[in-house]
């Protein structure tokens, strides 16, 4: 990865660890050492959660290929839950989830039903 393409990511990550935390009221993080082969995600503060952030200019490649990375780090990490963030031009941010995903976040907030 080039120093521009490092710093761009580095910036993506630090700007989604914002908006969570703005929208969530409690501090998210970017995670120092993403990209090693141990990688759990790009934030933390999320709790039983991994996120991978993308801010790719490729969109789509983004949407295919970083979920399966927030899957394959959901399973080192030992949690429940994966997410992708994917940065949109503008600046516009998207949760992207697979089925999988959304399933597993979905049952566990109907089991807290009353």
Not at 86 to 101: D, F, H, K, M
């Amino acid at each position: 990865m080039t120093n521009a393409a490092k710093r761009r990511g580095d910036e993506a990550e630090r700007e989604a660890a914002a908006v969570l935390s703005d929208l969530l009221g409690f501090p998210v993080r970017r995670k120092l050492g993403a990209g090693r082969l141990d990688d759990v995600g790009d934030l933390d503060g999320l709790p039983q959660s991994t996120v991978q952030v993308a801010a790719w200019s490729d969109v789509l490649r983004a949407v295919r290929e970083k979920p399966i990375a927030a899957e394959c780090q959901r399973e080192r990490a030992r949690v429940p839950f994966a997410a992708t963030m994917v940065r949109l031009r503008g600046g516009v941010w998207r949760i992207v989830l697979t089925p999988e995903q959304f399933a597993t976040w979905a049952r566990e907030a109907l089991s807290n039903q009353p």
